[in-house]
């Protein structure tokens, strides 16, 4: 049996994470010292725009929150039976906070379509000053999130809120300038709708994104029968079958798969080889190979064969062995 197991990739994603937390707990700061002034400038003008952008940032900080926790906890070396680590921390974080959106754009949703019905008076000067604000705060935060690494669906989960909360503050200042203006103040009730909107569509990318890692699903861009091809159609290799692709955590693909080379061939050359191909052609440094001889009589490579079920086995063309 031939095992390969490549770490650098992985390692060098998650060293950064160092550099990935300064520019959230600065993010992190200024969220949670708006948050304050916006709730006080809410209850003040009656806004429930302001004081749903306002639970919003309440949001956005406890998912940097999480995670920078996720961070720590997914740096933390494999141990006992966790033998990955406990790097999937930060897909479930990403859950949470796809799932905390979601949940909180049904009750806005719900307030905002009863004040539509039902609207009250509303200070449009207080919303739109405090919303104008709340877009320089939020750009600000947004542009310190933008500089970590946002290939971690982790911090992902903690921008996109922080980014919908920038588009939620500019649909408020809207809506203050056409209270302020017109007098319409409905307005404050359909902009609370649209930021509803807003977190459907974050929260649900972040959910069905965790998900697939969760169900160890292959990593978007990577599609299993593309690589199986490309390794059968490789020298000396015969067949492919049992191949698995699948992703720990964000950015560290894995891939598992059992090679049949013909009888000729050196299974340790075509182990490197298939490894390289790999880690060049689809950034997978984490593969574990089983590699043995196509043979009548079983053995391969020293060690006894096993028949198994073929979950997935492609044939290479004859053509394509020398």
Same mark, same amino acid.
């Given at each position: ?141 947004? &542009? ?39 007098? &319409? ?18 929260? &649900? ?118």
């Amino acid at each position: 049996m031939g095992t390969g197991h490549g770490h650098g990739h992985v390692l060098g994603r998650h060293g950064r994470h160092g550099a990935d937390r300064r520019p959230l707990v600065a993010a992190l700061a200024l969220i949670a010292g708006f948050m304050v002034v916006e709730v006080a400038a809410g209850l003040l003008s009656g806004s429930l725009a302001l004081l749903t952008d306002a639970a919003h940032l309440l949001t956005d900080a406890v998912a940097i929150a999480l995670a920078l926790l996720a961070m720590r906890i997914a740096a933390a070396p494999p141990r006992g039976g966790y033998t990955y680590g406990l790097k999937r921390a930060e897909i479930l974080s990403a859950q949470l906070n796809g799932l905390t959106l979601l949940l909180l754009s049904l009750s806005f949703g719900y307030e905002g379509a009863r004040r539509l019905l039902d609207p009250p008076e509303v200070e449009g000067g207080v919303v739109l000053g405090t919303a104008l604000a709340g877009v320089a705060v939020n750009l600000a935060a947004t &542009w310190l999130m933008s500089r970590a690494d946002r290939s971690s669906l982790n911090v992902e989960g903690a921008y996109q809120h922080v980014l919908n909360d920038l588009l939620a503050f500019l649909a408020t200042a809207a809506a203050g300038g056409v209270v302020l203006f017109t007098g &319409w103040h409905r307005a404050d009730a359909v902009a609370s709708l649209v930021v509803a909107v807003l977190m459907v569509k974050a929260g &649900w990318g972040l959910v069905r994104d965790a998900g697939r890692v969760l169900m160890e699903a292959a990593p978007a861009g990577l599609d299993p029968a593309e690589i199986g091809g490309a390794m059968a159609g490789r020298p000396r290799v015969m067949e492919v079958h049992d191949l698995h692709v699948w992703e720990v955590t964000s950015g560290y693909p894995a891939l598992s798969a059992r090679v049949l080379v013909d009888p000729d061939g050196d299974c340790h050359t075509v182990r490197r080889d298939l490894r390289r191909v790999l880690r060049e052609r689809y950034e997978i440094a984490h593969a574990t190979l089983e590699v043995g001889h196509l043979r009548e009589d079983g053995p391969h490579c020293g060690e006894p064969h096993v028949p198994r079920p073929a979950m997935a086995t492609v044939a290479a063309p004859r053509s394509a062995v020398p």
